[in-house]
């Protein structure tokens, strides 16, 4: 159940940031909540979505949708499995599996990668500076059916410049994407802002809207493979984020008319023959390279990531159609044969 409260701005918080004036006025339990309610374009100035930063004026009428929430429940560790690939008192970096939600929702109040964290370092040895205990450990996400690797941090010191590191793009992120069609260009840039569907209130989508946030994708293609009786052929990709918006590559890629394989949600543009998706239930998306600078120590850190199993059977049941890998598709290929192998004070090819 939801509910809709109406605030009109007062005089003295004329020019006050949007998101900041919903947590003062206690609409949001805190800043971070209140710029996700904004983002999903549950907040309304003058009856149209707005920015997270746009100043408020005197008179405005702000309309919130709340929802009636339910009584927090503690968040407990879980014995889930973590393939951890490095670790230390600052730090980890793992490979999610599939399946694996990052923190409690209403939908997933238990079984997430927080649980999992918890459980395996305690409670308190998790950094909590986005001040929400069902965050602990998180500085960014995958999807829930998005493979790879990722970082979690242990103190707030890792965990705040971490986060830092990416919002300042200094964070190294390469996915491997299979998508449908066969792309001419071997490099290409996607620069399209992304925010909540007008529609599908669950899903993003790139739109021209004050919401809306920059997202930038890169691509180098990999190697491509011939159409077939019931697809039009595929594309593998490595995208470079430079970004981080929910769902950032599904969505760019859904706009560029190059779907993922697999993508139930995004599909605009994917064959509507069933066999196009190859088998696979979920997305072909994987996080298989990580670099960054180790916020304390001052070293350069640098992880691959194969592909999980079912992805990897996809690929190899395209080998007979492949139209041959291109230079980077060699580079990368070279790079997976011996991973995962993280490098110390240095970096991945």
Same mark, same amino acid.
Request: charged share 20%.
């Given at each position: 159940m939801s509910r809709q409260v109406c605030h009109v701005a007062?005089?003295?918080?004329?020019? $006050? *940031?949007?998101?900041? =004036?919903?947590? %003062? *006025?206690? =609409?949001?339990?805190?800043r971070s909540a209140a710029v996700r309610a904004i983002e999903e374009g549950r907040v309304l100035v003058g009856g149209q979505t707005v920015a997270k930063k746009r100043a408020v004026a005197a008179g405005e009428a702000i309309v919130c949708t709340l929802d009636e929430e339910a009584e927090a429940l503690p968040v407990h560790g879980e014995p889930i499995d973590l393939d951890v690939r490095y670790e230390?008192?600052?730090?980890? %970096?793992?490979?999610?599996?599939?399946?694996? %939600?990052? #923190?409690?929702?209403?939908? #997933?109040a238990s079984g997430t990668l927080v649980n999992a964290l918890i459980w395996h370092c305690g409670e308190d040895n998790l950094c909590n500076v986005q001040g929400e205990d069902d965050r602990l450990g998180i500085v960014h996400r995958l999807d829930r059916d998005t493979t790879g690797l990722m970082l979690a941090a242990k103190t707030d010191e890792a965990g705040a410049a971490l986060m830092e590191a990416i919002r300042l793009r200094s964070v190294d992120r390469h996915y491997l994407a299979l998508v449908h069609g066969v792309l001419a260009p071997d490099t290409g840039m996607i620069d399209a802002p992304i925010a909540r569907d007008a529609v599908e209130r669950t899903c993003m989508a790139v739109r021209d809207v004050p919401?809306? *946030?920059?997202?930038? $994708? $890169?691509f180098n293609v990999l190697e491509r493979f011939e159409p077939g009786a019931h697809d039009d052929g595929y594309t593998l990709l490595d995208c470079k984020l430079f970004t981080g918006r929910t769902h950032q590559i599904r969505v760019h890629m859904q706009y560029a008319k190059h779907p993922l394989v697999g993508d139930a949600i995004y599909t605009a543009g994917a064959p509507r023959d069933p066999r196009a998706s190859l088998g696979l239930r979920r997305q072909f998306l994987h996080s298989y390279r990580l670099g960054f600078t180790h916020p304390v120590s001052g070293g350069d850190l640098a992880f691959a990531d194969n592909l999980s199993p079912d992805l990897q059977r996809v690929l190899d049941g395209?080998?007979? *159609?492949s139209r041959g890998k291109t230079e980077a598709g060699?580079?990368?290929?070279e790079l997976l044969a011996t991973a995962p192998h993280p490098t110390i004070e240095g970096e991945l090819p």
């Open positions: 007062m005089a003295a918080e004329a020019g $006050t *940031r949007l998101d900041t =004036l919903l947590a %003062v *006025r206690g =609409l949001y339990a805190s230390d008192e600052d730090l980890l %970096v793992l490979s999610k599996q599939a399946g694996l %939600v990052c #923190h409690p929702s209403p939908d #997933h919401s809306a *946030r920059e997202a930038i $994708t $890169t395209l080998a007979g *159609r060699e580079a990368a290929a």
